[in-house]
């Protein structure tokens, strides 16, 4: 079965600091990965999205960026942190495969929890 | 980006009671699905729709995809605490086929 693992799962950092939040899937291959962002009770925000190794789209110009070094991992990254970077971070995948309804099922992690103060 | 519209944003019902949701949209889907998320926690899948029309059903939820494409709906019968969370509705468009577009989400709350 798939698993999809995302860390940490907390983390606090001061604001200029880096960040690298990574994440992971196992039991499948060539998935589609996400990177969505939910801000205190509200909703999903879509940051990036990756079809293939190397390959990113970014949906909202900011101050974070991602990257897929591997087919299964993906990373979310920023040099230098800001107050409003602050939020809970989930990472998702979906299959690949075309022509098949239940390729449109996404599925999430357990989720990142980023304080910057 | 697009989001779809959600309605209630929020509910407050006590336990025993049924709850309605709902997701429109004015651009077709070809997929709806429905995740609940607990605090701190990411969002789970409950139910896939896949049809026009289609009426599923998942223990105490059911579903529906509305027959123009356009709109979807959650029930939960009989509620319990344990429904506390938030709910989200998410489609699929036709030729986006890396993203689903998410609702705002509805925040449950069951008072005994």
């Known amino acids: 079965s798939q698993t999809i693992h995302q860390w940490p799962a907390t983390l606090v950092q001061p604001v200029g600091s880096p960040l690298s939040l990574e994440c992971t899937v196992e039991?499948?291959?060539?998935?589609?990965l996400y990177w969505y962002r939910q801000a205190a009770g509200r909703g999903l925000q879509l940051l990036f999205y990756s079809v293939g190794i190397g390959q990113i789209s970014s949906e909202v110009p900011q101050n974070l960026s991602a990257s897929r070094p591997q087919d299964r991992q993906f990373i979310l990254s920023s040099k230098k942190l800001l107050l409003s970077d602050s939020g809970f971070y989930l990472c998702?995948?979906?299959?690949?495969?075309?022509?098949?309804?239940?390729?449109?099922?996404?599925?999430f992690g357990a989720g990142s929890r980023l304080t910057v103060l | 980006g697009q989001q779809l519209n959600q309605s209630p944003q929020s509910m407050f019902i006590q336990e025993g009671e049924d709850v309605s949701m709902n997701c429109t949209s004015s651009?077709?889907?070809?997929?709806w699905l429905w995740y609940k998320q607990d605090p701190g926690e990411g969002p789970v899948l409950l139910i896939a729709?896949?049809?026009?029309?289609e009426l599923t059903s998942n223990g105490r939820l059911t579903a529906q995809f509305g027959i123009t494409r356009k709109d979807s709906f959650l029930n939960i019968s009989a509620s319990i605490p344990s429904d506390v969370g938030i709910y989200f509705c998410?489609?699929?468009?036709?030729?986006?086929?890396?993203?689903?577009?998410f609702g705002t989400g509805t925040r449950l709350q069951v008072t005994l």
């Open positions: 998410a489609g699929q468009r036709t030729g986006t086929a890396s993203k689903l577009t």
């Open positions: 651009s077709i889907f070809n997929t």
């Open positions: 039991g499948t291959s060539n998935p589609n």
């Open positions: 998702a995948w979906k299959p690949l495969v075309r022509g098949w309804s239940g390729a449109n099922v996404l599925t």
């Open positions: 729709l896949y049809k026009a029309g």
